[in-house]
């Protein structure tokens, strides 16, 4: 394909802001059969209008060039890579023909971490790409969970290298970064450039799911250390994320989607003939000509075939309908970690993070890797400490979800011996 080019705290009655009250009554609203609204109107559900997701709308992009399995490709940011609009998130695969069947399908991005499934993630991707490699855009990312230090950013990196069965990975990451120190230390800047003189990695990256990740990646971009950004971005996300596509676009920074399927609940949504959620929820990423690619995790052949199909497919009122469905139907019940909860918790629970565990666990199929990264947490920081709490974090959630009920359900399904 291409030659290597290395080229606890005292409880307050919690204060419901204008932010929260104004989102609730949105979503109270169109359960009253509210039409969609603008993008900028606080109101999440008027993301599904594609015209309302980036800052100018008036230009469309050219086609993409077409791959194999009609794999559709666009260029990431100033790496000026040319990645697959659906890409692989290899975080619970367990089967290398799996992702190699997607890798002659036309994906040539796989995405993929050493905390995954306890390193196991980083071996499968290993095994997949043999004779394979330079088929492939290969990405990891080392978790701020193992240390910030030069040794232990390097340690991660050298660990998955061997994993991967390979001397380099075109992009490295790091991962799930929730406060500036976490990308921009000097310990951390100078370990990823040294790394990256060393030829272990050809591109830079930061990879973020929490509540403040607007203002994060904003951060990234400004700084312009790094080259890619990957970062949760869905149909049923906050409005402000939109702006951010458009300002990585401005900046030439690659801004690669996860999460992007809202919640990944599927039992009960009632699907249109010749259309299915999981394709609608891609498309409306996709519609956005800021979107570099997007990863998605396919366990089977059949989930690859049934993905990767949407490539180049434009976004109808038809995927538009799927989605005001399953809005109507979820909203109430999926977490959006958006953190607001985090700043009125008496206790510091981790909630964003352990709901996520939860979606993990109930709708990726994703169980030991969603117990362990509970296992992970202090117990001071889960659901341990909300016993007998005056729940202040349903108080302010403006999606108005039952946070405690979750959190308890959470607790239940990820201790499971």
């Known amino acids: 394909m291409r030659e290597k080019e290395r ?6 009655p919690p204060r419901i802001d204008r932010r929260v009250f104004i989102m609730r009554s949105s979503l109270g609203a169109l359960g009253a059969g509210l039409a969609l609204g603008k993008f900028g109107s606080n109101l999440a559900h008027a993301a599904l209008r594609p015209e309302n997701q980036a800052g100018d709308s008036t230009t469309t992009p050219p086609l993409p060039a077409v791959g194999p399995g009609g794999m559709r490709y666009r260029t990431l940011g100033r790496t000026n890579l040319r990645v697959a609009e659906v890409s692989y998130g290899a975080i619970a695969v367990s089967d290398p023909a799996v992702i190699a069947f997607a890798i ?12 995954y499934i306890g390193g196991q993630g980083e071996i499968t991707v290993g095994k997949a790409l043999k004779g394979k490699r330079d088929k492939v855009y290969l990405v990891t990312k080392w978790n701020r969970r193992g240390g910030l230090s030069k040794e232990a950013i390097r340690k991660q990196t050298e660990e998955s ?4 069965q390979t001397d380099y990975v075109d992009i490295l990451m790091c991962h799930g970064v929730s406060a500036s120190e976490h990308f921009h230390s000097e310990d951390v800047l100078e370990t990823m450039m040294t790394l990256r003189k060393e030829g272990k990695t050809r591109f830079l990256g930061v990879s973020c799911h929490s509540g403040n990740l607007v203002e994060l990646m904003k ?11 990957l970062c949760k971005y869905n149909f049923a996300g906050h409005p402000g994320f939109g702006d951010l596509v458009a300002l990585a676009q401005k900046k030439n920074v690659g801004f690669v989607a996860m999460k992007t399927l809202g919640g990944a609940k599927r039992e009960g949504i009632e699907a249109i003939p010749g259309q299915t959620f999981r394709q ?3 498309k409306w ?21 049934e993905l990767c199909a949407v490539a180049g497919q434009q976004f109808t009122k038809e995927d538009q309908e799927v989605l005001r ?21 008496p206790y510091g629970v981790e909630i964003s993070n352990i709901l996520r565990y939860r979606m993990y666990f109930k709708y990726y199929a994703m169980e030991k890797h969603a117990m362990g990264l509970y296992g992970e947490l202090l117990p001071a920081k889960t659901v341990i400490t909300c016993a007998g709490c005056s729940a202040p974090c349903e108080a302010v959630c403006p999606y108005g979800l039952a946070v405690r009920t979750k959190l308890r359900e959470a607790h239940e399904l990820l201790m499971l011996a």
């Open 7 to 12: 080229s606890p705290k005292t409880e307050q």
């Open 104 to 115: 002659d399908q036309g994906v040539n991005y796989i995405d993929t971490a050493r905390s």
């Open 161 to 164: 290298l061997k994993a991967l």
């Open 219 to 229: 951060e990234v971009i400004d700084k312009g250390h790094y080259d890619v950004i």
């Open 280 to 282: 609608a929820a891609l």
């Open 285 to 305: 990423v996709l519609s956005n000509p800021g979107v570099s690619n997007l990863i998605v995790t396919m366990k089977t052949f059949d989930d690859v075939r």
């Open 325 to 345: 469905r399953y809005l109507a139907q979820q909203s109430h019940e999926m977490c959006r970690f958006c953190d607001t909860c985090a700043g009125v918790c």
